[in-house]
């Protein structure tokens, strides 16, 4: 497997500041709070597919037996010889085979380009890829939009964009408008996304899901306290926090939060800053929107997409939607 970096050392200086800079401003802020975009360090990669596996998270096991459904169908809908797949967020790679080994078997050459920040993470991918002369596997280390234009500027092939697992889901509204405009901006008219969406459903099942049984979604919260502790110098007490996740009927969304279990300060030294925590502050650390069809729909259709297929479970847990990059005339209208 090639792998690509794209992320040169000025810029990984830049990351780091920007990570140091938006948790100075998160916990500095009267409701404190931590992007959920920083929980995928490589140990939090590695915790994250373990919670994929667990029996009491469904998401990832449904959308494997709609991507099992649908692997025979995308290649006949997209109708090309040759076609680049671009994965957002490596993943373990077993979702992205199936898709790709149902173009192979309808005997087209694809193309992967895994996209993802962590260097780790491509290459757990690789390890689970299976290759073959008419597969050629290609992985870039960026962020997800500079690797999207990387890969425009060098093919022309028709493109098909991954972003799987309902991570659509971690955005608020207005973050989500943003990525799609971005994404579609970087894409050429004709190529398709296929993106998963975990739909509403029963509170009980939300609420078991991200509350599992062996805890793994507590560790992998708490690891962004030690990521903040083995990067910027901070000095959290991972102890000291409570995991608490629920489901707001309201927003539509579970919530993530960290709970203090006592009054502490947490100094972080590369800020030469200290942070007072009251016992019982919480502090965000993400949003998991829930959809609807209807929702889903609008979505596509204000940023620039037309709905060529909507692919669902049986139990309409979760929804796989194939979007088309629209004309600019079509766009208008």
Not at 267 to 295: C, N, R
């Amino acid at each position: 497997m090639k792998i690509t970096n794209l992320i040169e050392t000025d810029q990984t200086s830049l990351h780091q500041t920007t990570f140091l800079t938006d948790v100075i401003a998160g916990l500095s802020a009267e409701q404190k709070s931590i992007s959920a975009k920083y929980f995928y360090d490589d140990i939090g990669s590695e915790l994250f597919q373990k919670i994929t596996q667990h029996p009491d998270y469904y998401p990832t096991r449904t959308e494997f037996s709609i991507l099992e459904k649908i692997s025979a169908i995308l290649p006949t809908t997209i109708n090309e010889a040759e076609i680049d797949i671009i994965e957002l967020g490596a993943g373990d790679g077993h979702k992205s085979e199936l898709i790709i080994n149902g173009f192979l078997d309808k005997h087209c050459k694809v193309n992967f380009y895994p996209i993802d920040i962590s260097e780790k993470a491509m290459q757990l991918l690789g390890e689970n890829l299976s290759i073959n002369a008419s597969l050629h596997v290609h992985g870039i280390v960026a962020d997800y939009f500079h690797g999207l234009n990387h890969l425009k500027k060098i093919s022309n092939n028709r493109k098909l964009v991954l972003f799987l697992g309902s991570n659509i889901g971690n955005f608020n509204k207005a973050q989500t408008d943003e990525f799609l405009h971005q994404l579609e901006a970087n894409l050429n008219i004709g190529d398709y996304v296929l993106i998963g969406f975990d739909l509403k459903k029963d509170v009980h099942i939300l609420n078991q899901a991200y509350n599992d049984s062996d805890s793994l979604t507590r560790v992998f919260n708490l690891n962004l306290l030690s990521r903040m502790n083995r990067e910027l110098g901070a000095h959290f007490d991972v102890s000291a926090f409570q995991h608490y996740g629920f489901y707001n009927p309201v927003l539509g969304a579970m919530e993530s939060y960290l709970i203090s279990l006592k009054d502490q300060t947490v100094a972080i030294d590369t800020a030469d800053m200290q942070f007072h925590f009251k016992q019982h502050e919480v502090l965000h650390l993400e949003y998991s929107h829930k959809f609807s069809t209807t929702g889903i729909e609008k979505l596509a259709t204000r940023n620039g997409f037309e709905i060529a297929q909507l692919f669902s479970d049986d139990r309409d847990y979760f929804i796989d939607a194939l979007w088309k990059v629209t004309s600019p005339m079509e766009k208008m209208t």
